[in-house]
């Protein structure tokens, strides 16, 4: 016991100690919103850079609006465009809220409304004329309600003035939810939704050439249940055989926690692979990771749990965070042009909370991110490639 505990105060810690500092010390190295000097990313950025944006009329499109951090980011938005209105601004924010659930969209568009205005208030004419909330239907497990939306998106971009997509923010989820093979893709609920049903939209945006043709960004939403990237196995996605076949039959809970991570890996292996492949079209992409935010997933998601784990989960503010501070992840990653690039990756800097940091690229040869220590760099973009391929077969089925 004594040799145990010896083994643990002189080796295990100072090595966690000295990964840590490194970490630290490399994120700020690289990162001047990781430095303890500067305030966090927060409102006041966000009002900075929607308005300082070169392009007169914005459309950010975010997935998932109708709670959570979808909300959050669309309020966040709205407030910051509200905040920065002066006598001389000429920007027009426009945000699509596309979401599975109508009526909740248009509680959540009216509840924002209400929430931002007041922080207009010298400037409300303006205001009314500039900032549009424009809730969509978008369900994205069926390929005919994608479609739909983006025929819809297209005619709507064409009333605003013939306008293009600046910002797609990939949000929605669902996580830990009953197995389930969804049948148009033959491939298991939460893979079905969180990236192909993703890389579907995005694959239609691109197809009809609805970003903006100068910059546009896309930010993929992932977790920090992306770490192991052995469970991602594109030759049995539905854990038919192995290991993973007996966690499924055994283990069913770990099982679906297993599917989300492989899902949320995968929102990883697309953000790379749109950055390798379209980033020198002007479409870049990045990846947020959002910590541990007090959302209504905790009660959708963990189908397994008693009702009390869910509470508790939804609850507990020891290493989580508000979803207000959450979204700024992929707010930072959507809006800060100048020092997030295609192909990084912004996370919260304590891991589950913190200060919105970007710890480079998401599979790039200097990050340090512990998303990246299990497989070589070459592995991991093979295994971008593969599922690219995988995924635009799927989709056509
Ligand atoms: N909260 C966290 O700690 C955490 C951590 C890591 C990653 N994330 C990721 O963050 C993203 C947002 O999650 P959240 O925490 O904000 O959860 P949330 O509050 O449950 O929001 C999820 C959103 O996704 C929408 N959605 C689910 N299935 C959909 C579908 N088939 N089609 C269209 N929309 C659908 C939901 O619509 P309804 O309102 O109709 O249900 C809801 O608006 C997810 O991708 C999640 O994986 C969250």
Not at 84 to 107: F, H, P, V, W, Y
Not at 134 to 139: E, H, R, V
Not at 175 to 198: K, P, R, Y
Not at 211 to 224: C, G, I
Request: overall charge neutral; glycine content about 4%; hydrophobic content about 40%.
């Amino acid at each position: 016991m004594r040799s145990i505990f010896k083994v643990v105060i002189y080796v295990i810690f100072p090595l966690i100690l000295s990964c840590f500092y490194r970490y630290v010390t490399y994120v700020q190295s690289i990162d001047p919103f990781a430095s303890f000097d500067r305030a966090p990313f927060n409102i006041t950025d966000i009002s900075r850079l929607i308005h300082s944006n070169e392009a007169k009329t914005q459309v950010v499109l975010i997935t998932g609006a109708s709670s959570g951090l979808g909300k959050s980011s669309v309020k966040f938005l709205a407030q910051g465009f509200a905040q920065g209105l002066n006598d001389e601004s000429t920007s027009e924010l426009n945000i699509i809220m596309a979401c599975r659930n109508m009526k909740k969209c248009e509680n959540v568009r009216k509840e924002i409304l209400s929430e931002v205005t007041p922080f207009a208030q010298d400037n409300m004419h303006r205001f009314m004329n500039t900032l549009k909330l424009l809730p969509m239907k978008l369900d994205l497990e069926k390929s005919t309600s994608i479609k739909m939306f983006v025929e819809e998106l297209e005619t709507s971009l064409e009333t605003m003035g013939d306008t293009k997509v600046n910002v797609l923010m990939n949000n929605a989820g669902v996580m830990g939810i009953s197995h389930q093979i969804v049948e148009e893709t033959n491939t298991e609920i939460q893979m079905h939704v969180n990236h192909l049903g993703h890389f579907r939209l995005t694959s239609y945006l691109i197809k009809k050439q609805l970003f903006h043709s100068k910059h546009a960004r896309v930010v993929n939403v992932s977790s920090l249940a992306a770490i192991l990237p052995q469970f991602l196995q594109l030759e049995d996605i539905n854990f038919e055989h192995g290991y993973l076949a007996k966690i499924k039959e055994y283990l069913p809970t770990l099982a679906s926690i297993i599917y989300y991570g492989a899902s949320k890996r995968a929102n990883l292996y697309f953000t790379h692979s749109l950055h390798e492949k379209y980033s020198i079209q002007g479409i870049e992409s990045v990846a947020a990771h959002p910590g541990y935010s007090r959302t209504s997933i905790m009660f959708t998601g963990w189908s397994w749990a008693p009702q009390f784990i869910k509470e508790v989960m939804a609850q507990n503010t020891i290493a989580s965070m508000h979803s207000d501070d959450g979204a700024l992840m992929q707010l930072r990653a959507a809006l800060d042009l100048d020092t997030v690039k295609s192909g990084d990756y912004i996370v919260p800097m304590w891991f589950t909370a913190g200060r919105a940091v970007n710890v480079g690229k998401v599979f790039g040869k200097d990050s340090m991110y512990i998303h990246h220590f299990v497989k070589s760099l070459d592995w991991e973009w093979k295994r971008a490639e593969d599922l690219w391929s995988w995924s635009k077969i799927k989709i056509v089925q």
